[in-house]
């Protein structure tokens, strides 16, 4: 079974940046499309950003288009999220998740990472 570990969170100020790692532990991690989903305190989990296989295509929440840039880089089983901008809206737990097919929808998620968390303050 795959494994992905997120790591890079932290507690950061309003307009900083913040640089999350997702490493795969899946030799055939270049055949799933990567995303990545939230989870703010008494909230849904929501999508954020996803990338297609070969990176060709990427797709964003409107909450996050223009300040969260997605990036895979197949030959070391990674995955990051940039994130610049940051607003204290923005503070949840940051999953990383493969799926078959790219995909915003949770439900079509094959494997999940354990999540890292994220704290803008005002």
């Known amino acids: 079974q795959g494994r992905l570990v997120e790591s890079g969170g932290g507690l950061v100020q309003a307009g900083a940046s913040l640089n999350l790692s997702c490493a795969a532990s899946?030799?055939?991690?270049?055949?799933?499309?990567v995303a990545w989903f939230r989870q703010a305190p008494g909230k849904e989990r929501e999508f954020v950003a996803t990338?297609?296989?070969?990176?060709?295509?990427?797709h964003y929440a409107d909450s996050v288009k223009g300040r969260f840039t997605v990036s895979r880089e197949d030959a070391k089983a990674q995955a990051y999220l940039q994130m610049t901008s940051l607003k204290p809206e923005d503070t949840a737990v940051y999953y990383c998740?493969?799926?078959?097919?790219?995909?915003?929808?949770?439900?079509?998620?094959?494997?999940w990472g354990q999540g890292t968390q994220v704290t803008v303050s005002a």
């Open positions: 990338i297609s296989r070969g990176g060709v295509n990427t």
């Open positions: 899946e030799r055939f991690f270049s055949i799933y499309a």
């Open positions: 998740a493969t799926s078959s097919v790219t995909t915003s929808d949770s439900r079509r998620i094959n494997f």
